[in-house]
């Protein structure tokens, strides 16, 4: 996992004045909105005695801890301990860690590591998002998988005709070989375009806004943006019709991904077809599960000789490059495992021994991983 970037946690509408548990990067976070909207986050973990803040609730925009009432402000600073007499002082001790918090396209970005504020990285720019001619349908898809194999899968585009034969892939399905393509590299960002000739009939809904030509040249650009985002933009061959598939692929532990997904479009805006949208988009993601949940190493490769690579993998190939990059940065952080996540959902011993031995086994499987 990479620290020092701002990970997209969960979608703005979904948190509100109520504690809300989140757990990504293999920790628990509390987030909840205080009065002026604004969303609040800290770890879900009261420092007295370790309860979960998320069970507790709001006051006066601070956060009491469930347990024994204690009660944080805004900058994760304790100002009141219940049980203590007046005269006791609060330790300096008694805060919560607190993290920087951002909404943006209909999701909460927090940003996870120590860089200071002037030096963190941007977020990614999605102008369609602002536009009114664009309409957005949100979605979401859980993998049991490192996040850096989901996210490499939703840029590979070698795959589509095997993989994708009854759905994005249908227009294709007999045409193998992908034209060469060069890679354009930004700071935090690898992009390249093919443009995809479909052969056989398209079996999906947007055969609707593809001519009845026997020849449909389909204009792709597939690009990754740093950590764990992927990026789809579809140019239809007929008027001005394009759409966008925008997705955050979160780290929830070292074994599962969470996929935080928006489409957009710029045809048919009503809300008549998000549906379909929705289907169009939950379907191949469907058939990628099993493939990316059957790769190993579960983590993408550090060192680039250790899998084989052809020409149409350049674009993995520089976002493996570049992801290196900040490992050797220091950018990379093991995850820690949470025995709780585990001993948690048991109550007998026999049970607990099966637990911790779990967590053993998960301690071995993630030693080097990030």
Request: aromatic share 12%.
């Amino acid at each position: 996992m990479l620290k020092n970037f701002w990970y997209a946690c969960e979608f703005s509408s979904a948190i509100s004045s109520k504690p809300k548990r989140i757990m990504m990067l293999n920790q628990e976070f509390v987030l909840y909105r205080n009065s002026k909207g604004q969303v609040i986050a800290f770890l879900d973990q009261c420092p007295h005695r370790g309860a979960a803040l998320s069970n507790g609730w709001v006051e006066d925009d601070c956060i009491r801890c469930p347990y024994h009432g204690w009660k944080f402000q805004l900058d994760g600073s304790c100002v009141e301990i219940p049980a203590n007499q007046s005269s006791v002082p609060i330790p300096k001790k008694a805060r919560l860690d607190a993290y920087p918090v951002q909404e943006k396209y209909g999701l909460v970005w927090l940003f996870w590591g120590d860089l200071p504020e002037e030096e963190r990285p941007p977020l990614p720019l999605l102008p369609e998002f602002d536009n009114p001619a664009w309409r957005a349908v949100y979605g979401e898809f859980r993998w049991n998988a490192h996040y850096s194999r989901v996210l490499e899968n939703q840029f590979d585009i070698s795959h589509l005709p095997f993989v994708h034969s009854n759905s994005i892939g249908s227009g294709i399905a007999e045409q193998h070989k992908i034209e060469e393509y060069g890679v354009r590299m930004e700071e935090l960002k690898g992009s390249a375009t093919v443009t995809i000739n479909q052969a056989t009939k398209v079996r999906r809904w947007s055969k609707a806004i593809l001519n009845k030509q026997s020849s449909r040249p389909l204009r792709v650009t597939v690009s990754f943006y740093m950590p764990n985002i992927s990026w789809l933009e579809f140019d239809f061959p007929i008027g001005h019709f394009k759409m966008i598939i925008f997705s955050v692929h979160l780290p929830i532990d070292a074994n599962t991904t969470v996929s935080k997904w928006i489409v957009l479009r710029n045809f048919f805006t009503t809300s008549w077809i998000d549906e379909k949208v929705r289907k169009s988009v939950l379907k191949p993601l469907v058939e990628d599960k099993p493939i990316v949940e059957s790769q190993s190493p579960f983590v993408i490769p550090d060192d680039l000789t250790t899998e084989v690579h052809a020409p149409s993998d350049a674009l993995s190939i520089a976002y493996r490059k570049l992801r290196k990059k900040f490992l050797d940065m220091g950018w990379g952080k093991e995850p820690v495992v949470n025995t709780s996540y585990y001993t948690n959902k048991y109550t007998s011993t026999a049970c607990q021994d099966a637990a911790i031995q779990k967590v053993a086994i998960a301690k071995e499987a993630t030693t080097n991983v990030v």
